[in-house]
């Protein structure tokens, strides 16, 4: 596999994939990721809109915090291209607030769900297909200083969310 370097010189693979096992259901880990009334709670803590069907639209917004800097209500748009709950959704994933990761293509997200895992668990793979985007893939690799620790942190304050019912950031 060949890497991209960032403008910034920073070296990203252009396929980057995730696996992480939550002792949470299938069905769980598909609302954490799709309902608001979840994405608020961890990771960056922005509402998200979903059509969950083929050709519908996506649409992240901005969390308070990133609002109370300026940032745009709209952070981040795509399309969904496969829906099958709880099991796998598929989307173009298209970070649109900073005005040179917009100028790139959008790029290709899966979240594979897979229940009944050693010990109760469920794993999600998370596999962002990011060539052609170095910002984009900076910013998810958590490269970008002052933008977050990437998949890396919001999986992690997924999985802490889904299996304690606190954000990383409420100790």
Known sequence: MSNTTTSGGATTAPVRVHEIYIRASAQA?????????????????????????????????????????????VIITGEVLVSEPPHKLVQTWHPVWDPETAKEAPTRLTFEITPDQPGGTTK?????????????????????EGAGGGWSFVLSDLKTMLETGKSLGEG
Do not use: F
């Open 124 to 144: 999600l793979t998370v596999i962002h297909e990011v060539a052609g985007a170095p910002n984009a893939a900076a910013m998810v690799s958590g490269q970008v």
């Open 29 to 73: 880990i598909w609302d954490a990721i799709t309902d608001s009334d979840w994405t608020e709670r961890y990771g960056y803590g922005g509402r998200v809109d979903y059509d969950l069907r083929p050709g519908g639209a996506y649409q992240a917004h901005a969390s308070a915090e990133m609002a109370r800097y300026g940032g745009p209500d």
